[in-house]
């Protein structure tokens, strides 16, 4: 195999300004681009994906222990409250990975800004224990629970401001609709929070759970449920195993968001299979052009094969030689390949060139993510197809015949 080795290195150096040479350098060229398409491709899939679930996760947590509900209709307004049980709550800030465990309540509104502008939203009561994660952006100051009964503010998404017509500091008004005349509640926005998704900007504001718990007339022990933010998102279903069989009884359930909102996890996977399809395709046409060019490497260099063979060169050996020029083509075009995919990566990430539009992506621009193990894949891929893809073509090395070859040297 060194000498092989040898011969395909000095090939590859020794032909500027050849047929081959031009051969052999569009090689590269087609092997690189496949290789950054690959690698751009799935860093953006893995991006988006990571994008969309850190911004659903910073919301709504990963984990809620709730009434069951047989439908897992994510309903907001349930029958009738659960207690708060501050055992429970401790038991499941024990479980591993778990970083945070918040009651809450909800309620739906109907909120009127001064203008008369209206909408009807989705209000969470939260503790002051709760808070945003780091893929909620917020502005103004965060909910002030030092009034003895309840605090009269509110929390309300970028998206609905907007809507409304009011910013920081205004003041609006919350209806909420019972079986006789709506009941009225005038709370002030002390802030702004932005998270890019459509299904939580447009439909949710935060706010005091006592004031819920007034509307509701509910004691101070009523609450909707539990909302348990972890370190890791892929625990989330052995921690809502584990809260299931450990430590929950009826009617109470552990739901993950994943099954909350399977239908955006759902559009999530279909994005990643438009992103392994991709793959393949820019992998076929890496195959059939390296068998391309070996074939047309070996008819081009048919007189070198005879030499060798009249020389007594054995048929492995010569074989070996245009796999391992098959090896440095596909090595050359690999590591091209990996420096213009991260150096379009690094451009994404740093001057984020590529835009979107918020209100169909959930995000201003193209994200970006480089899994390692992802791009060490794609290489190794690449490098083992183009040496598979070339052991056929060197089949017509058997064909050639030095005594018909050499006479036209």
């Not at 069951?68 to 499941?92: C, V």
């Not at 459509?198 to 909302?227: C, H, P």
């Not at 759902?266 to 994005?271: A, G, H, I, M, V």
């Not at 990430?349 to 590529?354: H, N, Q």
Request: include cysteine; hydrophobic fraction near 45%.
């Amino acid at each position: 195999m060194q000498l092989s080795f040898f011969i395909a290195r000095r090939y590859l150096l020794k032909h500027k300004g050849t047929f081959s040479s031009f051969i052999i350098r569009l090689a590269i060229v087609a092997t690189s681009l496949s290789v950054a398409v690959m690698i751009v491709a799935m860093a953006v899939v893995t991006g988006f994906s990571a994008a969309v679930t850190e911004k659903l996760y910073s919301f709504m947590g990963h984990v809620h222990v709730i009434p069951y509900d047989e439908t897992k209709s994510n309903s907001l307004n349930y029958a009738e409250p659960i207690f708060y049980d501050k055992k429970l709550q401790e038991n499941i800030s024990k479980i591993p990975h778990v970083a945070s465990v918040s009651p809450f309540v909800e309620r739906l509104t109907i909120i009127q800004s001064r203008t008369g502008r209206m909408e009807g939203l989705a209000l969470k009561g939260v503790t002051k224990d709760y808070h945003f994660l780091k893929g909620i952006t917020t502005s103004g100051a965060p909910i002030d629970y030092s009034d003895t009964f309840y605090s009269k503010q509110v929390i309300l998404s970028k998206t609905t401001a907007d809507r409304l017509n009011v910013n920081i500091g205004d003041t609006v008004q919350l209806d909420f609709i019972e079986g006789g005349p709506p009941r009225i509640r005038r709370v002030k926005v002390c802030g702004l929070y932005h998270s890019g998704m459509e299904e939580v900007d447009k439909y949710f504001a935060v706010t005091d759970m006592r004031l819920l718990q007034r509307i509701n007339n509910w004691g101070a022990d009523s609450i909707n449920g539990y909302q348990v933010d972890l370190d890791n998102e892929k625990f989330a279903d052995t921690v809502a195993n584990y809260i299931h069989y450990n430590l929950t009884r009826a009617p109470l359930e552990a739901y993950t968001t994943t099954e909350n909102y399977s239908f955006i996890f759902d559009w999530l996977r279909l994005q990643g299979l438009n992103g392994t399809i991709l793959l393949i395709i820019m992998a076929v046409v890496a195959i059939i052009n390296m068998g391309a060019v070996l074939l047309i490497l070996m008819v081009d260099r048919a007189n070198m094969v005879g030499l060798l063979k009249a020389l007594g060169m054995p048929f492995e050996t010569t074989r070996n030689i245009f796999l391992a020029v098959a090896g440095l083509i596909g090595a050359i075009g690999v590591l091209i390949g990996n420096v213009l995919a991260l150096l379009l990566c690094w451009l994404q990430l740093t001057f984020g060139i590529l835009k979107l539009p918020e209100d169909s992506y959930y995000m201003k621009f193209v994200p970006i993510k480089i899994v390692w193990w992802q791009v060490v894949g794609i290489d190794v891929a690449t490098l083992v197809l183009c040496v598979l893809c070339m052991w056929l073509p060197t089949m017509y090395i058997r064909r050639i015949q030095p005594a018909k070859v050499l006479q036209f040297k």
